[in-house]
């Protein structure tokens, strides 16, 4: 797993959108996001959907989260 560089937690509450630099995104609970990748141009690919415990991991640049919480680890 990753996180020897920290984690940020996330909830809808966090706000409409967060940009940082993060290589993986575990549920907490069941949750619903949009993200933008680094290595790909469009800035937001869709919405995605994680059932707790699941894991998304690439070069995230930035989470939109719709419900639910999550666990964002840093990417540096």
Not at 10 to 22: L, R
Not at 40 to 61: C, R, S
Request: proline share 3%; net charge negative.
């Amino acid at each position: 797993m990753q996180g020897q560089q920290g984690g940020n937690v996330f909830n809808p509450s966090s706000g409409g959108g967060v940009e940082g630099s993060w290589r993986a995104i575990l549920a907490i609970e069941d949750s619903q996001m949009g993200l933008g990748f680094n290595n790909i141009d469009n800035p937001n690919v869709g919405t995605f959907d994680l059932k707790a415990g699941q894991v998304f991991m690439g070069a995230i640049h930035y989470i939109s989260l719709s419900s639910g919480v999550v666990v964002a680890y840093l990417d540096d």
